[in-house]
């Protein structure tokens, strides 16, 4: 069964503190793996998509990196507005590609 | 604007009485999903379509139906709401690449009280 683990669950940092969420997974064979954004009230919101160990990709303030077993958000500086959950998902591949596995999320708050 | 369109957005109702929460899509995605978003458990996904007439199940489909006769909409149907139903309910879609899914996107998200 494929899984999806985030840590940590909470994570609360001052505006410049940079900081790293976790995304551990076991999957039987991994297709892709997303980080999606969630603002409270609202659906999640698609931020990037790795697909094979040492793949990197960035997007202002965030940057997703991928290995074997876990990927991480690294966040630069971070602003208020950065504040959301951050949720990890992983598509496999003997789960046939419609199978998407998502975390439970990392709720961040950035305190000016 | 591309984007997926839940209604209705807040829904108070009682057990045993019949409800649709609608989805449409206006990005002429193939694939089109249902989840629901409870503390502790995160999303997990109650029923999935991969086109017209082509739907199956997800991993919590026990209470609800779907239905996908025309490409844009796919409805979720909860024939008989029970309290444990009680979830914040989102519609997502997709476009299929060969063997992969691009990612999804969701709609706004219906809150679900039953009573």
């Known amino acids: 069964e494929d899984q999806v683990t985030q840590s940590p669950e909470a994570l609360r940092l001052q505006e410049g503190e940079s900081s790293s969420l976790n995304c551990s997974y076991t999957v039987s064979g991994l297709r892709g793996l997303f980080w999606y954004r969630q603002d409270p009230g609202k659906g999640p919101e698609f931020l990037f998509t790795l697909y094979s160990a040492g793949e990197e990709k960035e997007k202002e303030r965030l940057k997703a990196t991928l290995t074997k077993k876990e990927s991480f958000l690294h966040i630069t500086a971070p602003k208020p507005e950065d504040s959301a959950t951050y949720l990890c998902a992983v598509q496999a591949r003997n789960g046939g590609y419609q199978k998407v596995t998502f975390g439970i999320g990392t709720k961040l708050q950035v305190i000016p | 604007e591309a984007q997926v369109t839940q209604n209705p957005r807040y829904l108070i109702t009682v057990t045993g009485k019949k409800l649709t929460v609608t989805c449409s899509q206006n990005?002429?995605?193939?694939?089109m999903s249902w989840y629901r978003q409870d503390p502790g458990l995160g999303l997990r996904q109650i029923y999935y379509s991969m086109n017209v007439e082509v739907t199956d199940k997800g991993d919590v489909p026990e209470g609800y139906k779907v239905s996908r006769k025309e490409k844009r909409n796919f409805p979720l149907i909860l024939e008989s709401p029970s309290p444990n139903q009680t979830s914040l309910y989102f519609c997502?879609?997709?476009?299929?690449?060969?063997?992969?899914?691009?990612?999804?996107?969701f709609g706004n998200g219906t809150r679900l009280t039953v009573t």
């Open positions: 997502a879609s997709s476009s299929i690449t060969g063997t992969y899914n691009s990612p999804l996107h």
């Open positions: 990005m002429n995605h193939e694939y």
